[in-house]
């Protein structure tokens, strides 16, 4: 049966010997033009583990102070990010192996789920310990006892929350279906998206809009170390993530360091604002001052980006607080 957009199947672990652990396994309903969703063996997602994740990602008891959350800086109604934080937004984050604007933690969301509440939140394990509604809703998800909680199992679950946070149903995603029908601007965008006059379609890859790659856009003659932070390589100073364009209208501000309040001031970067940094992306001709392009221009793009808005992502009951 369809739930949430989760596809449920009960069945139990085989092999186990708790007869009464039967969690209910998940297979999520993406769109076939999705890339394959790779998840680890020995984490499935199952309907207690996304449960608990969810109850780990709201609950401000995670952090050291024990007055902030996931959710404190990635809220549901701006696409899991707020303007204050200017955090990468939680959005299909299962495609991705690198985390963080300068890709600080490489791996799964496992890895990444262990450095928030380890390393970024300091929780305290006893948190979980000395609550008896986590002692049952670890013992449902994973089979374990309350004094066998650990980080391991926390950060499992956490990641298993994270890989249902995932946006596919923007005007675009209609359109795909052949459920909606473009507007002449929004068609017009579509297209120079997907040209070498808009050159968007080269870091903005794919149907999840995003290449999981670093690259300085040429913001500053003089950027931010960004990458090289991390890799200590030189050609990758000033070098950053790229940030999905998916519930892009709702993620402002923009940039790495949020310098841009509108997608409007975006587009004019683009079209006339880009440096010639030292490793400025040969995309971008940033001897011209970038890409020239004609007010109409830059209006259809953000017509076309404003299809990638999903408005049942930020009211999606499943992904809420518990």
């Known amino acids: 049966m369809l739930i949430g957009g989760w596809l ?191 050159e968007c379609f080269h870091c903005h890859a794919n149907h999840l809009f995003v290449d999981n790659e670093f690259h300085d856009i040429g913001l500053d003659m003089s950027p931010s170390p960004g990458r090289f932070t991390m890799t200590g390589n030189q050609n990758d100073f000033g070098k950053f993530k790229t940030p999905t364009l998916r519930n892009i209208e709702l993620t402002a501000p923009y940039m790495h360091d949020g310098r841009f309040q509108t997608l409007e001031e975006v587009m004019n970067f683009y079209s006339s604002g880009v440096q010639n940094s030292d490793n400025v992306t040969t995309l971008l001709p940033a001897h011209n001052g970038g890409l020239n392009l004609t007010a109409q221009e830059k209006a259809d793009i953000i017509a076309f980006m404003k299809t990638l808005t999903d408005n049942t992502y930020i009211t999606n009951p499943d992904l809420s607080a518990p």
């Open 8 to 198: 449920i199947a009960a069945l139990s672990f085989t092999g186990c010997q708790d007869s009464d652990f039967q969690p209910d396994y998940v297979t999520l309903n993406l769109p076939d033009y999705f890339p394959a969703m790779v998840i680890p063996d020995d984490n499935p997602l199952t309907r207690q583990g996304i449960a608990l994740g969810r109850k780990i990602y709201y609950d401000q008891r995670m952090h050291s102070t024990q007055q902030m959350s996931c959710s404190s800086c990635h809220e549901q109604a701006s696409s899991f990010t707020t303007a204050e934080a200017n955090c990468m937004a939680h959005i299909n984050l299962a495609w991705h192996s690198a985390f963080l604007w300068n890709g600080k933690i490489e791996g799964t969301l496992e890895d990444v789920a262990m450095f928030e509440l380890v390393d970024f939140f300091g929780t305290d394990i006893n948190v979980f310990l000395n609550d008896t509604t986590y002692h049952r809703m670890f013992k449902e998800a994973f089979n374990i006892k309350s004094d066998e909680i650990t980080f391991k199992y926390a950060s499992y679950a956490l990641a298993q929350f994270l890989r249902t946070m995932n946006s596919y149903n923007s005007k675009y995603d209609q359109w795909k279906r052949g459920e909606y029908q473009f507007s002449p601007s929004e068609w017009n965008g579509f297209v120079l998206f997907n040209s070498e006059r808009g």
